[in-house]
Nanobody, 124 residues
Framework: QLQLVESGGRLVQTGDSLKLSCVAT??????????MAWFRQAPGKEREFVAS????????DYSVSVKDRFTITRNNANLTGYLQMNNLQVEDTAIYYC???????????????WGRGTQVTVSS
């Protein structure tokens, strides 16, 4: 079983950059490869997909709202995923959740393992 822990969220200003991290640890029997993703949930809104990356890092997907501003990467040597966020806007304010799927490549609906989230607040 995977456990996911996010970090890096904080208060920033419009136009700033921020990098989130997600460390995956395994408990019990060792896991095989897994896809990772970031989702976010703003106050009063549904949780929405932000970005995903396959185990090999060769398949990457972004939501329209963050494409060209956010970059998802991962380092399988230390089982850590990252979300580099540039040119942050007030509408990016949300709790950001790391997610994993027990398959090498996954689409937004496949993710079923979740971290507890990290708060990103963008002030104008």
């Amino acid at each position: 079983q995977l456990q996911l822990v996010e970090s890096g969220g904080r208060l920033v200003q419009t136009g700033d950059s921020l990098k989130l991290s997600c460390v995956a640890t395994t408990t019990g029997r060792a896991n095989g490869g897994f896809a990772m993703a970031w989702f976010r949930q703003a106050p009063g809104k549904e949780r929405e997909f932000v970005a995903s990356i396959s185990w090999a890092g060769s398949t990457i997907d972004y939501s329209v709202s963050v494409k060209d501003r956010f970059t998802i990467t991962r380092n399988n040597a230390n089982l850590t995923g990252y979300l580099q966020m540039n040119n942050l806007q007030v509408e990016d304010t949300a709790i950001y959740y790391c997610a994993a799927a027990d398959r090498l490549i996954a689409s937004a609906g496949d993710f079923h393992l979740w971290g507890r989230g990290t708060q990103v607040t963008v002030s104008s």
